[in-house]
């Protein structure tokens, strides 16, 4: 093995909302926000009724939007210091115990073999880093928001984290760690979440939409759902297929 082999990386991407956690994180941070009294108790029914929907459909192109919108408004001036007080405390009271045991566990699996495991998700980048801190994963690349003065200004810094910017950002990471993308993992349930699976050599798709379930059958990606045996065989592929950092495949 070479010197140069030795250095590789091995990234595992993990998408959050029905892929990692059961549900979407942007409603447990309405849930926070409401508890702050930073918004309304319409925002938060509205946005009740968006979860719930999501958890059953999938995401809604629409619905996205209006939250981006609206999450931007109601951040507005709030300070660097007290969202992360917020975005622990929403963490420990209500996302915590949607995370999905088992692709949490699958995550671990990945850290076993030495790979590096990322978040990529819209989420906002400071709850995000809670989420990827809390489970000991490496990090979060999430949607940036702007601070000025050491506050929110209510603007994105660059794209919303969604789709084909995943798909961006993770290249940029890809290349900036040295990692060959064949190599690298990535999990996703959302067929907006193409450009990323198809970036990397093992892509395996979790609780997928319809449309991500159809691509997938055409593509033959593997396909997770949160049964005992299709996690198990889930498991085994990480360790049967799963280069550890900088070596070869293990048998």
């Not at 009724?49 to 999938?58: N, Y």
């Not at 970036?199 to 691509?215: F, I, T, W």
Request: hydrophobic fraction near 45%; include cysteine; charge should be positive.
């Amino acid at each position: 093995m070479t010197v140069e082999q030795a250095s590789t990386p091995v990234l595992a991407f993990f998408d959050v909302d029905n892929t990692l956690i059961h549900g979407a994180s942007a409603f447990h941070l309405v849930r926070g926000l409401r508890a702050a009294g930073l918004i309304t108790m319409r925002d938060i029914v509205s946005a009740g009724w968006k979860h719930a929907r999501f958890k059953v459909r999938g995401e809604n192109d629409r619905h996205l939007a209006s939250a981006q919108t609206r999450g931007l408004e109601v951040i507005t001036g709030i300070t660097v210091a007290d969202m992360a007080k917020l975005s622990d405390d929403v963490y420990l009271r209500h996302t915590e115990s949607t995370v999905w045991p088992e692709t949490a566990a699958l995550a671990q699996e990945h850290l076993a073999k030495g790979h590096q495991v990322w978040l990529v998700t819209a989420t906002p980048t400071f709850l995000a880093e809670v989420i990827a801190r809390s489970l000991g994963l490496t990090g979060a690349l999430g949607s940036v928001f702007e601070t000025s003065e050491g506050a929110y200004t209510g603007r994105l810094e660059g794209a919303f984290l969604h789709g084909e910017h995943k798909a961006v950002a993770a290249r940029k990471l890809l290349a900036e760690t040295g990692a060959d993308p064949a190599a690298c993992w990535a999990y996703s349930d959302s067929r907006h979440d193409i450009p990323l699976l198809s970036l990397v050599g093992n892509p395996v798709v979790v609780n997928p939409d319809q449309g991500l379930a159809a691509h997938a059958r055409a593509a033959g990606w593997p396909s997770m759902r949160m049964q005992r045996a299709s996690l198990r065989e889930a498991r085994r592929r990480v360790r049967r297929q799963g280069s550890t950092a900088g070596g070869t495949p293990t048998a």
